[in-house]
């Protein structure tokens, strides 16, 4: 038996609120919804949202990136941003929050024409 994969399920606390940040404010595709639960995708990765997990704090999903050309369509559009792009030595990255506090840590290589942070 092999792991087929993996879906970050996020907390949220109005799935159709959260649907619609998603797929209107990120350009995420809404891929299936239920009362409770639902799931968006991004270049065939997905993420499920979730009335059903208890609200105790934010939760956070690793978004890899192959270029950072959402990085600007995200700082445009409206989103909270909770981290600017930065560059570490680990990787280009920058973080913003859905509706209900969950940050989407999004991160490609590390840029090399930019001075790393450490």
Request: glycine residues 6%; hydrophobic residues 40%; aromatic residues 10%.
């Amino acid at each position: 038996m092999a792991v087929e994969n993996t879906i970050p399920v996020l907390p949220v606390k109005h799935l159709a609120t959260s649907l619609r940040f998603y797929t209107e404010t990120l350009g995420w595709k809404k891929e299936w919804s239920g009362e409770k639960v639902g799931a968006v995708s991004r270049d065939g990765s997905q993420v499920m949202l979730s009335e059903l997990i208890p609200k105790s704090s934010q939760a956070w999903a690793w978004i890899g990136l192959s270029d950072d050309a959402l990085f600007e369509d995200y700082l445009k559009c409206g989103a909270t941003i909770m981290q600017e792009p930065e560059n570490w030595n680990w990787g280009y990255e920058m973080k913003i929050a859905d509706p209900d506090g969950n940050v989407l840590w999004l991160a490609t290589s590390p840029r090399e024409d930019l001075p790393q942070r450490e």
